[in-house]
T-cell receptor, first 112, second 113 residues
Framework: AQSVTQLDSQVPVFEEAPVELRCNYSSSVSVYLFWYVQYPNQGLQLLLKYLSGSTLVESINGFEAEFNKSQTSFHLRKPSVHISDTAEYFCAVSESGDKLIFGTGTRLQVFP | DADVTQTPRNRITKTGKRIMLECSQTKGHDRMYWYRQDPGLGLRLIYYSFDVKDINKGEISDGYSVSRQAQAKFSLSLESAIPNQTALYFC????????????FGPGTRLTVL
Protein backbone atom coordinates (compact mmCIF):
# COMPACT_ATOMS: atom_id res chain seq x y z
CA ALA A 1 0.00 0.00 0.00
CA GLN A 2 1.12 3.51 -0.71
CA SER A 3 1.28 6.33 1.79
CA VAL A 4 2.46 9.92 1.92
CA THR A 5 3.90 11.75 4.90
CA GLN A 6 4.10 15.51 5.14
CA LEU A 7 5.99 16.10 8.34
CA ASP A 8 5.20 19.80 8.73
CA SER A 9 1.59 20.79 9.22
CA GLN A 10 2.47 24.50 9.18
CA VAL A 11 5.44 26.44 7.84
CA PRO A 12 5.65 30.16 8.64
CA VAL A 13 8.18 32.20 6.67
CA PHE A 14 8.89 35.82 5.87
CA GLU A 15 8.47 37.17 2.37
CA GLU A 16 11.52 36.67 0.13
CA ALA A 17 12.89 33.90 2.33
CA PRO A 18 13.50 30.41 0.94
CA VAL A 19 11.17 27.59 1.87
CA GLU A 20 11.14 23.80 1.75
CA LEU A 21 8.02 21.70 2.26
CA ARG A 22 8.87 18.10 2.97
CA CYS A 23 7.20 15.04 1.50
CA ASN A 24 8.12 11.40 1.94
CA TYR A 25 6.28 8.48 0.42
CA SER A 26 6.22 4.73 0.67
CA SER A 27 5.37 2.31 -2.11
CA SER A 28 6.46 -1.12 -3.25
CA VAL A 29 6.29 -0.13 -6.91
CA SER A 30 7.25 2.79 -9.09
CA VAL A 31 5.09 5.82 -8.51
CA TYR A 32 4.10 9.15 -9.92
CA LEU A 33 4.44 12.11 -7.56
CA PHE A 34 2.51 15.36 -7.40
CA TRP A 35 2.25 18.63 -5.54
CA TYR A 36 -1.15 20.31 -5.46
CA VAL A 37 -1.85 23.76 -4.03
CA GLN A 38 -5.07 24.95 -2.40
CA TYR A 39 -5.54 28.70 -2.08
CA PRO A 40 -8.03 29.92 0.54
CA ASN A 41 -11.61 28.96 -0.26
CA GLN A 42 -10.67 27.25 -3.51
CA GLY A 43 -10.24 23.75 -4.86
CA LEU A 44 -6.89 22.15 -5.45
CA GLN A 45 -4.71 22.96 -8.44
CA LEU A 46 -1.83 20.93 -9.79
CA LEU A 47 1.47 22.70 -9.05
CA LEU A 48 3.92 20.21 -10.52
CA LYS A 49 4.37 16.51 -11.14
CA TYR A 50 7.02 13.87 -11.61
CA LEU A 51 6.16 11.06 -13.99
CA SER A 52 9.54 9.98 -15.35
CA GLY A 53 12.75 11.41 -16.73
CA SER A 54 14.50 14.32 -15.04
CA THR A 55 14.19 14.09 -11.30
CA LEU A 56 13.95 17.87 -10.94
CA VAL A 57 10.61 19.32 -11.96
CA GLU A 58 9.58 22.96 -11.95
CA SER A 59 6.37 24.95 -11.85
CA ILE A 60 5.62 28.16 -13.71
CA ASN A 61 5.62 30.23 -10.51
CA GLY A 62 9.11 29.37 -9.28
CA PHE A 63 8.55 26.22 -7.23
CA GLU A 64 10.61 23.11 -7.85
CA ALA A 65 10.65 19.58 -6.48
CA GLU A 66 13.20 16.83 -6.73
CA PHE A 67 12.39 13.15 -6.82
CA ASN A 68 14.85 11.24 -4.67
CA LYS A 69 14.26 7.52 -5.03
CA SER A 70 16.81 6.42 -2.45
CA GLN A 71 15.29 8.68 0.20
CA THR A 72 11.72 8.20 -1.08
CA SER A 73 11.24 11.95 -0.97
CA PHE A 74 9.73 14.64 -3.16
CA HIS A 75 10.40 17.88 -1.30
CA LEU A 76 9.03 21.18 -2.63
CA ARG A 77 11.27 24.25 -2.64
CA LYS A 78 11.17 27.88 -3.59
CA PRO A 79 14.18 30.19 -3.24
CA SER A 80 12.14 33.32 -2.50
CA VAL A 81 8.48 33.24 -1.47
CA HIS A 82 5.81 35.88 -1.98
CA ILE A 83 2.76 36.78 0.06
CA SER A 84 0.66 35.26 -2.71
CA ASP A 85 2.23 31.84 -2.07
CA THR A 86 0.26 31.60 1.17
CA ALA A 87 -1.79 28.43 0.73
CA GLU A 88 -2.03 24.79 1.72
CA TYR A 89 0.19 22.41 -0.20
CA PHE A 90 -0.56 18.73 -0.67
CA CYS A 91 1.86 16.06 -1.78
CA ALA A 92 0.29 13.07 -3.53
CA VAL A 93 1.40 9.71 -4.91
CA SER A 94 -0.12 7.41 -7.48
CA GLU A 95 0.86 4.06 -8.95
CA SER A 96 -1.29 4.50 -12.02
CA GLY A 97 -1.33 8.25 -12.49
CA ASP A 98 -5.00 8.67 -11.67
CA LYS A 99 -6.01 7.41 -8.22
CA LEU A 100 -4.19 9.76 -5.88
CA ILE A 101 -3.14 9.20 -2.29
CA PHE A 102 -2.74 12.56 -0.59
CA GLY A 103 -0.65 13.63 2.35
CA THR A 104 -2.18 15.57 5.21
CA GLY A 105 -1.09 18.93 3.81
CA THR A 106 1.28 21.71 4.83
CA ARG A 107 -0.03 25.20 5.43
CA LEU A 108 2.48 27.76 4.16
CA GLN A 109 2.01 31.17 5.74
CA VAL A 110 4.10 33.98 4.27
CA PHE A 111 4.48 37.09 6.41
CA PRO A 112 5.48 40.58 5.17
CA ASP B 1 -17.26 30.03 -16.30
CA ALA B 2 -15.74 27.37 -14.11
CA ASP B 3 -14.92 24.05 -15.78
CA VAL B 4 -15.92 21.98 -12.72
CA THR B 5 -18.87 23.17 -10.67
CA GLN B 6 -20.34 21.83 -7.47
CA THR B 7 -23.74 22.45 -5.94
CA PRO B 8 -24.52 23.36 -3.29
CA ARG B 9 -21.43 25.20 -2.06
CA ASN B 10 -22.58 25.03 1.54
CA ARG B 11 -25.13 22.80 3.21
CA ILE B 12 -26.23 22.29 6.78
CA THR B 13 -28.39 19.28 7.49
CA LYS B 14 -29.53 17.06 10.34
CA THR B 15 -28.56 13.56 11.28
CA GLY B 16 -30.53 10.97 9.33
CA LYS B 17 -31.37 13.19 6.37
CA ARG B 18 -30.61 12.18 2.81
CA ILE B 19 -28.25 14.57 1.03
CA MET B 20 -27.11 14.79 -2.58
CA LEU B 21 -24.07 16.72 -3.73
CA GLU B 22 -23.79 17.40 -7.42
CA CYS B 23 -20.84 17.87 -9.71
CA SER B 24 -20.88 19.03 -13.31
CA GLN B 25 -18.02 19.54 -15.71
CA THR B 26 -17.61 21.15 -19.10
CA LYS B 27 -14.10 19.81 -19.74
CA GLY B 28 -15.30 16.76 -21.63
CA HIS B 29 -13.36 14.46 -19.33
CA ASP B 30 -14.28 10.82 -18.93
CA ARG B 31 -12.99 10.34 -15.40
CA MET B 32 -14.58 11.85 -12.32
CA TYR B 33 -13.78 11.55 -8.62
CA TRP B 34 -15.25 12.42 -5.24
CA TYR B 35 -12.97 13.26 -2.30
CA ARG B 36 -13.58 14.46 1.22
CA GLN B 37 -11.19 16.75 3.05
CA ASP B 38 -10.90 16.77 6.81
CA PRO B 39 -8.54 18.99 8.80
CA GLY B 40 -5.30 17.18 9.47
CA LEU B 41 -6.25 14.24 7.27
CA GLY B 42 -5.84 15.64 3.79
CA LEU B 43 -8.06 14.38 0.98
CA ARG B 44 -9.42 10.87 0.81
CA LEU B 45 -11.02 9.23 -2.21
CA ILE B 46 -14.67 8.21 -1.79
CA TYR B 47 -15.67 7.01 -5.27
CA TYR B 48 -14.38 7.33 -8.80
CA SER B 49 -15.80 6.73 -12.24
CA PHE B 50 -13.86 6.10 -15.43
CA ASP B 51 -16.96 6.41 -17.61
CA VAL B 52 -20.74 6.34 -17.28
CA LYS B 53 -20.85 2.56 -16.79
CA ASP B 54 -17.72 2.22 -14.66
CA ILE B 55 -18.01 3.21 -10.99
CA ASN B 56 -15.56 2.14 -8.32
CA LYS B 57 -15.23 2.43 -4.57
CA GLY B 58 -12.41 4.43 -3.16
CA GLU B 59 -10.72 4.42 0.20
CA ILE B 60 -13.74 5.48 2.29
CA SER B 61 -16.96 4.59 0.45
CA ASP B 62 -18.99 3.35 3.43
CA GLY B 63 -22.03 5.54 4.02
CA TYR B 64 -21.89 7.04 0.52
CA SER B 65 -23.29 6.21 -2.90
CA VAL B 66 -22.79 7.79 -6.31
CA SER B 67 -24.56 8.16 -9.61
CA ARG B 68 -22.99 8.98 -12.98
CA GLN B 69 -25.97 10.37 -14.84
CA ALA B 70 -23.97 11.44 -17.88
CA GLN B 71 -20.37 12.00 -18.86
CA ALA B 72 -20.60 15.50 -17.43
CA LYS B 73 -22.43 14.75 -14.17
CA PHE B 74 -21.39 12.80 -11.09
CA SER B 75 -23.48 12.97 -7.91
CA LEU B 76 -22.58 11.90 -4.39
CA SER B 77 -25.32 10.86 -1.97
CA LEU B 78 -25.37 10.41 1.76
CA GLU B 79 -28.38 8.15 2.35
CA SER B 80 -28.56 8.88 6.07
CA ALA B 81 -26.17 11.62 7.08
CA ILE B 82 -24.23 11.38 10.35
CA PRO B 83 -22.13 14.04 12.12
CA ASN B 84 -18.78 12.46 11.25
CA GLN B 85 -19.60 13.07 7.59
CA THR B 86 -19.16 16.77 8.26
CA ALA B 87 -16.36 17.73 5.88
CA LEU B 88 -15.38 19.59 2.74
CA TYR B 89 -16.23 17.56 -0.36
CA PHE B 90 -14.43 17.94 -3.66
CA CYS B 91 -15.24 16.69 -7.11
CA UNK B 92 -12.43 16.27 -9.61
CA UNK B 93 -12.04 15.23 -13.25
CA UNK B 94 -9.26 13.94 -15.46
CA UNK B 95 -8.86 13.25 -19.13
CA UNK B 96 -8.59 9.68 -20.38
CA UNK B 97 -5.39 10.51 -22.25
CA UNK B 98 -3.85 12.63 -19.49
CA UNK B 99 -5.05 10.94 -16.34
CA UNK B 100 -2.21 12.23 -14.22
CA UNK B 101 -3.67 15.73 -13.91
CA UNK B 102 -6.88 16.15 -11.96
CA UNK B 103 -9.01 19.30 -12.06
CA PHE B 104 -10.89 20.12 -8.89
CA GLY B 105 -14.16 21.88 -8.27
CA PRO B 106 -14.50 24.61 -5.62
CA GLY B 107 -15.83 22.23 -2.98
CA THR B 108 -19.00 21.76 -0.96
CA ARG B 109 -18.88 22.40 2.76
CA LEU B 110 -21.27 19.98 4.45
CA THR B 111 -22.24 20.20 8.11
CA VAL B 112 -24.28 17.43 9.70
CA LEU B 113 -25.82 18.39 13.03
Amino acid sequence: AQSVTQLDSQVPVFEEAPVELRCNYSSSVSVYLFWYVQYPNQGLQLLLKYLSGSTLVESINGFEAEFNKSQTSFHLRKPSVHISDTAEYFCAVSESGDKLIFGTGTRLQVFP
Amino acid sequence: DADVTQTPRNRITKTGKRIMLECSQTKGHDRMYWYRQDPGLGLRLIYYSFDVKDINKGEISDGYSVSRQAQAKFSLSLESAIPNQTALYFCATSDLYSTDTQYFGPGTRLTVL
